[in-house]
């Protein structure tokens, strides 16, 4: 079995080296880590709108440089910082998600770094 990791390298906030990789690729199988609203280390401005979308395209960046899709996606952890955001995510992440929905799990939980949601992904993809 062959392992690709994609963004080791990388760096989190403050320019730290994070200490996992953003994904990980197995045998046709992709796994995304919690992604954020995160641009250049640095959570972005906003509420639970602007944020679910920079979250889904973080974690949409991930998917295409590894050669995946949304189409591709088998499940998906959320974690919410406040459940009152739940059905605005909700209609968020179906317009990304709609024609393909993964598994998922959604749950409230205080974050590690100050933004209103995370997401994680795991991808499917037959080597051809």
């Known amino acids: 079995m062959s392992i690709k990791r994609y963004g080791a390298e990388k760096a989190g906030a403050?320019?730290?080296?994070?200490?996992?990789?953003?994904?990980?690729e197995a045998d046709?199988?992709?796994?995304?880590?919690?992604?954020?609203?995160?641009?250049?280390?640095?959570?972005?401005?906003?509420?639970?709108v602007e944020q679910t979308h920079k979250t889904i395209e973080n974690?949409?960046?991930?998917?295409?440089e590894a050669g995946y899709g949304v189409e591709h996606v088998v499940r998906c952890g959320v974690w919410l910082d406040d459940p009152r955001d739940f059905w605005t995510f909700n209609r968020i992440?179906?317009?990304?998600?709609?024609?393909?929905?993964p598994a998922r799990a959604c749950?409230?939980?205080?974050?590690?770094?100050?933004?209103?949601?995370e997401i994680d992904c795991i991808a499917y993809k037959p080597k051809v």
């Open 28 to 48: 046709g199988w992709l796994h995304v880590s919690g992604q954020v609203a995160m641009v250049d280390g640095e959570i972005i401005h906003g509420g639970i």
């Open 59 to 64: 974690v949409i960046a991930i998917l295409h």
């Open 14 to 24: 403050g320019g730290q080296r994070l200490p996992f990789a953003r994904a990980v």
């Open 107 to 117: 749950l409230q939980a205080s974050m590690m770094v100050d933004c209103k949601v």
């Open 93 to 101: 992440y179906q317009s990304y998600f709609g024609e393909h929905p």
